[in-house]
């Protein structure tokens, strides 16, 4: 790319912020044609028209009122386009926050939701800076599907009562409370609102069919409102539950709560913050793929960050990247932040102009746009394909999935993270091999064989690989044992080679170490390697290691361990190791016969 060309301001800003915190729209100011700003706008507009119906409904099932969500898709939408990482990325509400936002808000109320918002604008801003963009493609696709489709499924719950119609109270917030109030209450299903949602969840699923133009939930919602408005059928409307939408925008306001109630909105400020961090990335990756193009992971989360810290000052909930409407913004031929921030305008100037018309619309028409939402959001049919995974990544998805459900989404993320760690942990520890050959080793019960055949297996390191035999052959002499590791020698692979030396019949005149399939080692590994130098001095045991790579060479020097065994008794190849074994065999010899 020619930087020579790029507008001052973009300049200015290369000179002192490096290319993983530049904002896409700076980037992309570059050569920007008039072409591109009709399909820009265009695409803009009709995504704004998409973001309406869901911005309402997100935040009615979040257990906020409606313009909440307006303000929230406006505000933090128009800051994440405009500051963001990604070309077309678009911001607003998503399914994703409703399980936790509504929690926070059953609990603690509007003032703690927006300080558990501002607080996780901050963890998002410090992920960014602290460039751990690249890392949260870290987190396991299990414990991902796992909560995602756990949040489907509750979504769905809390919209059962507005999709029938059903004549009750409160729902409760247990999810088997809930179901078991619905069945209790299953006589008094509102028979109009049950039959304009069975006609919106049609018009939802067939109008794609028809045009892929005009958004089918934008169209669902017009022809359900138009319909109860023109045959006044008794529906229960936004209206009617929450009283007019104000066309005007709030002015900035600072929340109250004490300081204990801020330290027990640290842990739902976390989950919010882990949930904005996946969901926009994942939606940064899929709109990437779709363009062939590469987005900042770095400046996605700052821009994240900033939105949530923004927005709920005017009254908004968290807001993250939207996949669907982000992949609405590419087939509709946005390709720059110019279409996001036109998004935000067009939802603004419809807050302003038609805001009070939005009080019409029916509650059981956003049901069944929320219930397609939920499906999507569940792919059941990736779910399904994932309980064919190997039995540790189905645990991390079904105990992910079922805290979700039953008990609480950050405690689902928390126990999934820490399922999934030691999951990793395991596996590593199993790919760390120990073998050994020589004068009375039989760790495994193959003793030399399974050495010679592990390092066969390896035989693309850049060390010597000596086949190893027993001392008919002349290899090893008697008195000489030698074992490898193979794999990352750290805490969770160290018993395995402290089992494995254990298991030796006959202490050995001299122990040779193969370390060149150890590409790393950490406190742990070098406490037990320290602790077999320590007690082979003591049964007169020489220690030698060889093949060291540069890292647990580093580790090793650092921790003394070198200095406990010798630099001379360092070896760079197998060979050069039986050489000084054997020299020492002959020195001793030689000692015990001047005696």
Known sequence: MDKSRDPPLLTGLRASIPDALVPKLFTTLRGYTRAQCRADLTAGIIVGVVALPLAIAFAIASGVTPERGLYTAIIAGFIISGLGGSRVQIGGPTGAFVVIVYGIVQKYGIDGLTVATIMAGFVLIGFGLARFGAAIKFIPFPLIMGFTSGIAVIIFSSQVKDLLGLQMGAVPASFIDKWIAFAQHVGAINWPAAALSAGTLLVLILWPRVSRRVP?????????????????????????????????????????????????????????????????????????????????????????????????????????????????????????????????????????????????????????????????????????????????????????????????????IEVGMVLAAFLFLRRMSSSTAVRGAGDGVDPSGDGEEELTALTSSHASTSHERTPLAREGTGEIPRGVQVFEIAGPLFFGAAATFKDALGRVSKRPEVLIIRMGLVPVIDSTGLRTLADVVHRSRRERTLVILCELHRQPAAALTRSTVIEDVGEENLATTLSAALTLAREHQAAVRALRSTQ
């Open 216 to 412: 089918a939930p934008f169209v669902a919602l017009i022809a359900a409102t138009v319909t109860v408005r023109v045959f006044h059928i008794p529906v229960e409307t936004i209206g009617s539950r929450f009283g007019a939408i104000s066309a005007g925008f709030p002015s900035p306001h600072l929340p109250s709560v004490s300081l204990h109630t801020v330290a027990d909105l640290a842990a739902p400020a976390f989950a919010i913050a882990m949930l904005g961090a996946i969901e926009s990335l994942l939606s940064a990756v899929v709109s990437d793929g779709m363009i062939s193009g590469s987005h900042r992971s770095d400046m996605e989360l700052v821009a994240q960050g900033v939105a949530n810290v923004v927005a709920p000052l005017f009254g908004g909930i968290p807001a993250t990247g939207a996949i669907a409407r982000t992949a609405t913004n590419v087939k509709n031929g946005g390709r720059t932040p110019v279409a996001g921030l036109t998004h935000a305008a067009t939802l603004l100037l419809i807050t302003v102009f038609f805001g009070q018309w939005a009080s019409l619309i029916p509650m059981c028409c956003l049901a069944a746009i929320l219930t397609v939402v939920s499906y999507q959001m569940s792919e059941w049919r990736i779910f399904r394909a994932e309980l064919r995974s190997p039995r540790g990544d189905v645990a991390v998805l079904l105990v992910t999935f079922l805290l979700t459900v039953f008990f609480d989404l950050t405690l689902a």
